[in-house]
């Protein structure tokens, strides 16, 4: 999941060598979470939050043949 999140990350944003994705795991969950530069935030999260709700959207989908849920915040 963690590869997932950076790839698509480093697809949106200008500068894809200041993203980075630290992950972290528990027995029901795992929370993943996604630094960006400042500048590149807007293009990260997107109008009304629509591109971060679809970087959400494909990660859960991958992640439905185990059984965590997955948890994705943005940061910068």
């Known amino acids: 999941m963690k590869e997932l999140v950076e790839f698509i990350a ?23 979470k996604l630094h960006v530069a400042s500048s590149d935030m807007g293009k990260v999260i997107g109008k009304k939050g629509k591109i971060a709700k679809s970087i959400r959207t494909v990660v859960k989908a991958a992640a439905s043949k185990t059984d965590k849920k997955v948890i994705v915040d943005i940061e910068d």
């Open 10 to 32: 480093k697809s949106l944003v200008d500068s894809p060598s200041e993203v980075s994705v630290t992950e972290r795991e528990d027995s029901r969950n795992v929370y993943l």
